[in-house]
């Protein structure tokens, strides 16, 4: 099982931008999936899920209405497109994987984590 | 619903036993996840529910807990237990993890 997000960079306050991950060895169409962040030397918050269908997409209050989730299930890809960036979003974004094959919305945890993607928000 | 994590950091030696306590602020979810981070890595789920004498998590971390109060016990302690501990609770569309537990090897 191997999540690997990219997409990370150097970015101007109010620009946006889109987050990647390759998921690989494990089905990918049937997990939910989940983006988490961490703020340089602080702790980790959740910042989206979507379920296996992407009928359900569930966002933290702190983005939404400014980040959208999508997954491409034909390609094993997970996306988070991100707009208005705002310095508070500096970070490095985790994509990772549901606990549950079966869980019609989301499950209770994230057995596995891609190694993070970088994001800087800096004028 | 935040969680509280207890202590924030913790300092022990090889073989030593630690307790990490988990409490939430009302019922919710009759569960949580616990997971491993070592400094500079992506978090690790510690798969605590089945026996796991050969697998990735060592048989010295178990959890227990119910209700509003969880907690992650490591027996044994070894060097490589130093990392960042964080508990974690799905309620209703969102996730919270705690603040985290750093416990340090001396």
């Known amino acids: 099982v191997q999540l690997v997000e990219s997409g990370g960079t150097l970015i101007q306050p109010g620009r946006s931008l889109r987050l990647s991950c390759e998921a690989s060895?494990?089905?990918?169409?049937?997990?939910?999936m989940h983006w988490v962040r961490q703020v340089p030397g602080k702790g980790l918050e959740w910042v989206s899920s979507?379920?296996?269908?992407?009928?359900?997409?569930a966002y933290a209050d702190s983005v939404r209405g400014r980040f959208a989730t999508s997954r491409d299930n034909g390609r094993n890809f997970l996306y988070l497109q991100m707009s208005r960036l705002r310095a508070e979003d500096t970070a490095t974004y985790y994509c990772a994987k549901d606990i549950d094959p079966a869980a019609a919305k989301f499950g209770d945890a994230f057995d596995m984590w891609g190694q993070g993607t970088m994001v800087l928000v800096s004028p | 619903i935040p969680l509280t994590q207890s202590p924030s950091t913790l300092s022990a030696s090889v073989g030593d036993r630690v307790i990490i306590t988990c409490r939430a602020s009302?019922?919710?979810?009759?569960?949580v996840a616990w997971y491993q981070q070592r400094p500079g890595k992506a978090p690790q789920f510690l798969d605590l529910?089945?026996?796991n004498l050969d697998g990735e998590v060592p048989s010295r971390f178990s959890a227990s807990g119910s209700g509003t109060e969880f907690t992650l016990t490591i027996s044994n302690l070894q060097p490589d237990d130093s990392a960042t501990y964080y508990c974690q609770q799905y309620i209703s569309y969102s996730y919270i993890f705690g603040q985290g537990t750093k416990l340090e090897i001396k």
């Open positions: 529910e089945t026996s």
């Open positions: 009302q019922l919710f979810n009759d569960w």
């Open positions: 979507i379920s296996w269908n992407s009928y359900e997409i």
């Open positions: 060895g494990f089905t990918f169409k049937n997990y939910a």
